[in-house]
């Protein structure tokens, strides 16, 4: 029998400690098939710092969610053991001794992970953990921004390169990568350039309005096939009506219904990991980001829960 959270019915959801969806820890079960894990890490920012406050906002936020999925139907506590792995502490000072120890303690849980930024820096020693276990991965990044820039101010590694660096390791494989939501000004056409040269698609949130999402959800399965798969989003995919609380808002983004469907029409997919980054509470109101990167990463926990059965 697999442990899932607190029952509401006895104790109120706003009571106890904010484990996500108040779950238990992942030193309260034997085993666990699922972790959520923190990455409290924003160094690597470039404009609004906040997103080390994230993964507390994003669990506080989760007191609300229920055990049943109705638009998957199935109860992904009952289908697989799914834990809280509590935080990675990463060094706040030195961005390179922080990949190094996210990369350590990522591939220390004995689990498949969902983790909660954080900045979008996390995702590199993520990948690089994926990669280690199944090889060179597809990905399906959820962003504003393309992420595969080079440097900033001489720097290599930010929450704008971590996507480059992937590809120049070799963790990705290249024909089946591809961002969704990509909107806003950029430095010039040489970024999609460089995109394009190292292999990205890009689903524009204006082609997720146009083409809609029957046809958005086929292209990317088309794209990713029967590959692992690793999903990376960035919460300001969501224009800023649905997602104010972040460090680089764009106009004209994803709402957070478009989101979950997209995600929840990835089911079957051979999801190996996730991330949800970049929720900074200090810009919020009222939770909303919170909220919806609550409700992302229950629909990612849901879809690794339901491969872990099939498994």
């Known amino acids: 029998m697999n442990i899932g959270p607190v029952d509401s019915a006895r104790v109120p959801r706003f009571a106890g400690p904010a484990t996500f969806a108040r779950l238990p820890r992942l030193d309260q079960v034997e085993r666990a098939d699922v972790a959520v894990v923190g990455v409290p890490f924003d160094a690597g920012v470039s404009y609004r710092p906040g997103a080390r406050f994230g993964p507390a906002a994003v669990r506080e936020a989760s007191r609300l969610l229920r055990p049943y999925h109705p638009g998957l139907d199935v109860s992904p506590f009952e289908r ?4 809280d792995a509590g935080d990675i502490a990463a060094n706040p000072f030195d961005i390179g001794a922080a990949i190094e120890s996210i990369e350590e303690a990522a591939a220390s849980v004995p689990a498949k992970l969902v983790t909660i930024g954080g900045d979008h820096t996390i995702a590199l020693p993520l990948l690089r953990v994926a990669a280690r276990k199944h090889g060179p991965v597809a990905l399906l990044h959820f962003d504003a921004h393309l992420d595969t820039w080079d440097t900033y101010f001489g720097a290599e590694y930010t929450h704008g390169t971590p996507f480059r660096r992937a590809v120049e390791e070799g963790l ?3 024909e089946a990568v591809s961002h969704v939501g990509i909107r806003g000004p950029l430095y010039g056409k040489k970024d999609l350039e460089d995109d394009r040269r190292l292999g990205f698609g890009i689903l524009t949130a204006a082609d997720v309005l146009r ?7 086929d292209m990317l399965r088309q794209r990713v096939g029967d590959r692992p798969l690793y999903v990376s989003i960035d919460i300001d995919v969501l224009d800023p009506a649905h997602a104010p609380g972040t460090g680089t808002p764009e106009a004209g983004g994803l709402t957070s219904r478009e989101l979950l469907e997209i995600l929840r029409g990835l089911a079957g997919c051979d999801l190996i990991g996730a991330d949800v980054v970049e929720v900074a509470p200090a810009y919020d109101h009222a939770e909303i980001t919170s909220i919806a990167a609550s409700h992302v990463a229950y629909d990612l926990v849901t879809l690794l829960a339901m491969r872990e059965k099939q498994s």
């Open 80 to 83: 697989a053991q799914v834990v």
């Open 172 to 174: 990705l494989d290249t």
């Open 211 to 217: 083409r809609g999402l029957d046809e958005v959800i």
